[in-house]
């Protein structure tokens, strides 16, 4: 019995390989449920745990340089579509996303896999040059954050950090910068000020029609496994993959149980509404796991990570993702 010490934010999809309702053969998980900015620095630079969740663009990155203990696994833990992360000073004159060429935006890491995401939806969907984006970096609300891999930009990109202690919100408010980009709202923003506003004020509506437009369901976290571990046991990449297959599936057949109860398991009146209608637009398996089923959105991604100056080179699918698992 192998013992493999697994690091991942305690998603719903996650839970039955935590809690043992889902095994894998062979294998005895040994959980760390931590969220993935406490997961994702361990994890990149010093290889804590036998598998971990971990921050698409970053092994990327990784891969390409020829470094990193991980490879990946295509289970994708967290997607999240990302127009509603371009926030803006409202007197920035910025009315379209052309206007962002040459401005100061904020972002917490410019390696981050939603800044990957984000100038990737810029660029293909609306021209925009995002190698002339003016780049800051720095915490969204609190300060201290820095990027976790050293960057190898091209001379004529402008990215530096803010001052010690400075917050991307505090910026922005004081007009230095144009726009954000954070997963995380700026605190102005959550407060309801109304000096900041969204670029895409219907994000709803905005992130439906990207869908439809591509098929893309934004992949931001995989798991990946330590080299090391795998080379002991090369067919445990499959076997651990089809346990997160199976664990998402109890999942989702828990919520549609839970969602024709009587009553609800969350305090959220709309749930089941919103369940229906994110499988109208999703389909029956929102969520999918495998390689075949988000090939065109893996291509791109890796495009992405070669055009952002990120990864050394244009990835190949074979050399991100483990042996056994390229067919799922």
């Known amino acids: 019995m192998t013992t493999l010490v697994l690091a991942c934010a305690p998603y719903d999809r996650v839970r039955p390989l935590f809690d043992g309702r889902v095994r894998v053969e062979g294998v005895e998980i040994v959980p760390v449920p931590i969220a993935s900015e406490q997961s994702f620095p361990r994890a990149v630079q010093r290889a804590e745990f036998d598998a971990s969740e971990l921050s698409l663009s970053s092994q990327l990155m990784q891969v390409s340089r020829g470094e990193g203990e991980y490879v990946a696994l295509p289970v994708f833990v967290s997607r999240a579509f990302r127009h509603g992360a371009i926030y803006l000073r409202r007197d920035a ?4 996303p052309k206007d962002l060429e040459g401005r100061l935006v904020g972002i917490p890491e410019y390696q981050m896999t939603l800044g990957l995401w984000v100038r990737g939806i810029l660029a293909d969907e609306h021209g925009v040059e995002v190698n002339a984006i003016r780049y800051r970096t720095a915490g969204t609300n609190a300060a201290g954050r820095r990027e976790r891999l050293p960057l190898e930009l091209p001379a004529g990109m402008d990215v530096a950090p803010l001052a010690e202690g400075d917050t991307l919100n505090a910026a922005l408010l004081r007009g230095e910068l144009d726009a954000i980009f954070s997963p995380t709202p700026p605190a102005a923003f959550t407060e309801g000020d109304p000096r900041v506003v969204r670029l895409f004020p219907e994000v709803k509506a905005a992130e439906i029609a ?18 090391a571990v795998l080379a002991r046991d090369p067919s445990l990449a499959r076997r651990l993959y089809d346990g997160f297959l199976k664990a998402k599936r109890l999942a989702m057949a828990e919520w549609d149980k839970a969602l024709r109860a009587s009553t609800l398991p969350a305090m959220i009146p709309w749930l089941p509404q919103a369940w229906e209608e994110t499988r109208a637009v999703l389909g029956t398996d929102p969520w999918t796991y495998g390689v075949s089923a988000n090939r065109a959105e893996l291509k791109a991604i890796l495009r992405w990570s070669a055009e952002q100056h990120l990864s050394r080179r244009c990835l190949e699918l074979e050399e991100v993702f483990a042996p056994g698992t390229l067919d799922t």
Request: net charge positive; proline share 5%.
């Open 93 to 96: 004159g910025i009315a379209e």
């Open 210 to 227: 990207y869908h439809r437009r591509t098929g893309f369901h934004p992949i931001m976290h995989v798991i990946g496994i330590r080299r």
